[in-house]
């Protein structure tokens, strides 16, 4: 079992940069892939970004995304992390991390997730 919990949401002007912590609670989170993913109000949760524990951590953006943020861990205190450059008011949602042994961009694909962190991106 693995515990998720998400920090660093808030609210940031449009052009303007956040971080994102997920911190876990198992030994173990080195063999999981990290994943982020986003809901907006009426939408459907989206992927954002994940980093695989394999390869040296080979990354992965939804093409939205690309360019402005950036994934990482640090598998040493249990963490990743997700910065957000560039913000735009659409990237206004809930984010989530989720952990997973062997998905990549599909939140089926993905076992444990974090309760969310609300960002919100003004205009």
């Known amino acids: 079992q693995v515990q998720l919990v998400e920090s660093g949401g808030g609210l940031v002007q449009a052009g303007g940069t956040l971080g994102l912590s997920c911190a876990a609670s198992q030994r173990t989170f080195s063999s999981y892939t990290i994943g982020w993913f986003r809901q907006a109000p009426g939408k459907e949760r989206e992927f954002v970004a994940s980093?695989?524990?394999?390869?040296?951590?080979?990354?992965y953006y939804a093409d939205s995304v690309k360019g402005r943020f950036t994934i990482s861990r640090d598998n040493a205190k249990n963490t990743a992390f997700l910065l957000m450059n560039s913000l735009k008011p659409e990237d206004t949602a809930v984010y989530y991390c989720?952990?997973?042994?062997?998905?990549?961009?599909?939140?089926?694909?993905?076992?444990?997730w974090g309760q969310g962190t609300q960002v919100t991106v003004s205009s």
């Open positions: 989720a952990a997973s042994r062997y998905g990549l961009m599909s939140a089926i694909d993905y076992g444990y």
């Open positions: 980093i695989t524990w394999s390869g040296g951590g080979k990354t």
